[in-house]
């Protein structure tokens, strides 16, 4: 059968990336495929972003890996590829 998920979430990391974001910049409404900079984010939020996943994930250099993927999908799948890399 066809799994539907009304937040749009594909996996846990597409939860707390955009959980972590929601918090940041007070946007209950930020969804997986909105833009983390078009959303009203920048590069102080970039870097209060990383700290918040990094206590999460347990892995470093976030911040220019938010610049770089902006696009929370985006960002969500490349955590996910660091995160299989350091464990």
Do not use: H
């Not at 939020?45 to 996943?53: E, N, P, T």
């Amino acid at each position: 059968g066809q799994v539907t998920v009304d937040s749009g979430f594909r996996n846990p990391m597409d939860e707390l990336v955009v959980g972590k974001v929601r918090e940041l910049l007070g946007n209950p409404g930020i969804g997986i495929g909105d833009d983390f900079l078009a959303a009203g984010g920048n590069s102080i939020m970039a870097v209060r972003l990383g700290q918040a996943l990094r206590q999460e994930l347990g892995i470093s250099r976030i911040t220019g890996v938010i610049l770089k993927n902006p696009l929370l999908s985006d960002l969500s799948d490349v955590l996910s590829e660091l995160v299989g890399e350091a464990s």
